[in-house]
């Protein structure tokens, strides 16, 4: 595309502030003339090439050009009758340098938004910029309208008309009709008319579509009070301020496109999501806040770049008050619809605006989100997560796993509650579920393999991190290979728990008999666990049952410092009681002398305290160890026997996920 700039124009009602240089070169504020930030403004859209006309200074005129130092290729048509013809011979002298491509016109007294200028770029088919609020002016050019494109363009017209600018996109294809009407008119000596009258004689060839800019600046400049009211608005663009939040860590030409338009509007602020908001709505950042910020700093067009600690708006809109909120329009509905409504609501507030622009469904965005989900399910990027979340979050939840669909369910369930989202970090992979899975008791019948070979069907459809119930670990000298297979795997954390001979399960309490390992042994497990492992990230924690076997607070703060000693990553203190108070005592003793060996929690029978609360007191990871299987299988035990009594399954239909539901569950990759 070539940008043709009309300046032959003597510029005579400008009085004095042309009597030593073209109008174009008047100052509009003061760092630039009109003619520069036109040319910077053509420049920025990455146009390249300039044909300016020009007529008196006219070596003044091309000299400023030259001094400007922007990466435009000029061609510079001297136009020898200017003061005697109009710009359609202006054009005409031109015209070997415009035929065969596409032309952005525009007059070199014409002042306009970054914005709107960006608009007519994009526009596919040839435009004209018209106002459908501006008042008809009666000497300027007004832009007959029919049927959504324009019929005639001229001062005279004043039916179904619209204030129109010189400024158009026009095709090649389009642009070449005109121009061979121009062409004919000055070669048949009618030279000292608008080029629009030649376009009025072919508009029916010529499609010209109108482009509304409404209230937008895109003004001429023909006398000294047009000046001043142009510069007062242009001051008032260059103050005006913007903000868009990202949480990307994969930027890609998308997320440019976006805030280069958006840095059209005003001084762009950028608002980067937390570390833990990220992890909170979308999944683990790829990179850490400060990595993310550093990168968006250096994007040209960004002015600033502030923390976004939440996923509402809210605390920076109120402090910052940006005239604009910029953001793609996918957000109208769906998950972040409420955060939208809120954003709407503030902006409203004090008169900012919300400008939203297309969302890009390329697919190869989708590809590269794709491409970054798949490094995260590599067992490397997976195991080393759950620590990384724990130091960012403090304290992290998961939710029990025992299949690929439930798997899923923790993957993808998520909730948006104060401007907050919230969803599982973790999943835990629980001998008691996956036993009940098989319908086998919770005894370590199921063997290491079969446990095995569910860890992978949920590592197959999911990216978060796994902590795998271990049991009692078994021997020492089994103990270290399932060590290294979990780490294999790409599984965080293993706990085993403190017991040996025939495991029961610990909701038993002492209603079963139960036998709590020594500490020595324990502790000996847990070295030779560790010293086994090859990751640094990946955590072994050793489980207390002292509470649950009704051994006293004192032994299981006891064990919880040697299972530290011995290297335990983590403590798991269990309760089975519905008061959490011998857990809170625990915490507060242990936390007393340890302040960083993460806590962790199996909330199933004092599950009144919520993970604030739990968080609040010095616990690191609650896990809701079991929920799932306890809500899937009553219900399916419902559906069956309803079925039974009614020897038929429409009783039970209502009970179940419509089919089409169940068959598009799972989209196929
Ligand atoms: C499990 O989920 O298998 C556990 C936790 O070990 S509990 O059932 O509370 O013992
Ligand atoms: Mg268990």
Not at 67 to 80: E, I, R
Not at 91 to 99: G, N, V
Not at 323 to 350: C, M, N, S
Request: glycine content about 6%.
């Amino acid at each position: 595309m070539k940008a043709l700039v009309l300046n032959s124009g003597l510029g005579h009602r400008m009085g004095v502030l042309t009597s030593e240089h073209p109008k174009c070169m008047t100052e509009i504020t003061s760092r630039d003339t009109i003619l520069s930030r036109q040319l910077r403004l053509i420049a920025d859209a990455g146009i390249r090439e300039v044909v300016m006309t020009t007529g008196y200074y006219n070596e003044i005129l091309v000299n400023y050009c030259r001094s400007l130092d922007l990466p435009l290729h000029f061609t510079f048509v001297n136009n020898p009758l200017y003061d005697k013809t109009n710009y359609i011979y202006s054009i005409y002298c031109a015209k070997d340098e415009l035929y065969g491509d596409d032309i952005v016109l525009m007059h070199g007294d014409l002042v306009f938004e970054e914005e709107v200028f960006a608009r007519v770029l994009e526009s596919e088919e040839s435009c004209m910029t018209v106002s459908s609020t501006l008042a008809l002016p009666e000497k300027d050019f007004k832009a007959v309208i029919h049927n959504g494109r324009i019929d005639k363009v001229g001062i005279e017209f004043f039916t179904d008309v619209m204030a129109a600018q010189p400024l158009y996109k026009l095709r090649a294809d389009d642009f070449k009709v005109w121009l061979d009407e121009m062409v004919r008119f000055c070669e048949s000596d009618n030279r000292r008319c608008y080029a629009e009258n030649a376009f009025n004689e072919v508009s029916d060839k010529c499609k010209i579509i109108p482009l509304d800019f409404a209230d937008a600046l895109c003004a001429e400049i023909d006398t000294p009070e047009d000046l001043s009211v142009v510069s007062a608005k242009v001051h008032e663009l260059e103050q005006r301020s913007v903000y868009m939040c990202f949480s990307a860590d994969m930027l890609h030409s998308g997320h440019i496109a976006i805030i280069k338009k958006a840095a059209k509007l005003g001084k762009l602020t950028i608002g980067v999501l937390s570390d833990e908001a990220v992890a909170s709505y979308k999944r683990f950042p790829l990179m850490p806040y400060e990595e993310r910020k550093s990168i968006f700093e250096n994007i040209s067009g960004v002015c600033a770049v502030v923390e976004q600690k939440e996923l509402s708006y809210a605390e920076n809109l109120h402090r910052l008050r940006p005239d604009f909120v910029v953001h793609g329009d996918d957000w109208k509905t769906g998950f972040q619809k409420p955060i939208r409504d809120e954003v709407v609501e503030i902006l409203a507030e004090y008169g900012g605006k919300l400008v939203e622009y297309k969302y890009s469904d390329d697919p190869k965005y989708l590809e590269l989100e794709k491409a970054s989900r798949a490094q995260m399910s590599t067992p490397d990027f997976r195991r080393s997560r759950l620590k990384k979340l724990i130091g960012m979050k403090g304290c992290v939840s998961a939710l029990e796993a025992h299949s690929g669909i439930t798997g899923l369910i923790c993957e993808n369930t998520k909730v948006l509650r104060d401007g907050k989202t919230y969803q599982f970090d973790a999943m835990w992979i629980s001998s008691l579920c996956d036993s009940t899975a098989k319908g086998k008791p919770d005894i370590e019948l199921v063997d290491m393999t079969s446990r095995f070979r569910t860890i992978d069907d949920i590592m197959e459809v999911t990216t978060k991190p796994i902590i795998f119930d271990g049991d009692t670990g078994g021997l020492t000298e089994h103990f270290v290979y399932t060590v290294r297979s979990l780490e294999r795997m790409g599984v965080s954390m293993v706990i085993i728990e403190d017991k040996t001979g025939l495991k029961k399960n610990s909701l038993f309490g002492t209603e079963v008999a139960q036998t709590q390992d020594s500490i020595e042994n324990f502790c000996a497990k847990i070295s030779a666990g560790k010293a086994a492992q090859k990751t640094p990230e990946f955590m072994i924690c050793a489980r207390i049952e002292s509470l649950i076997l009704e051994m006293g607070m004192d032994d299981a703060l006891t064990r919880a410092f040697a299972y530290v000693k011995a290297g335990a990553d983590a403590i798991m203190i269990h309760s089975r009681k519905k008061d959490p108070a011998e857990i809170f005592e625990f915490v507060e003793r242990f936390r007393k002398e340890d302040k960083t060996t993460p806590i962790v929690v199996v909330p199933t029978s004092f599950n009144s305290v919520t993970e604030d609360e739990f968080k609040a007191c010095g616990v690191n990871v609650v896990i809701y160890a079991n929920q799932l299987t306890r809500s899937g299988f009553p219900a399916m035990q419902n559906v069956a026997r309803t079925i039974l009594e009614n020897r038929r399954a429409k009783e039970a239909d209502d009970m179940c996920m419509s089919i089409k539901d169940i068959i598009t569950l799972i989209p196929e990759e």
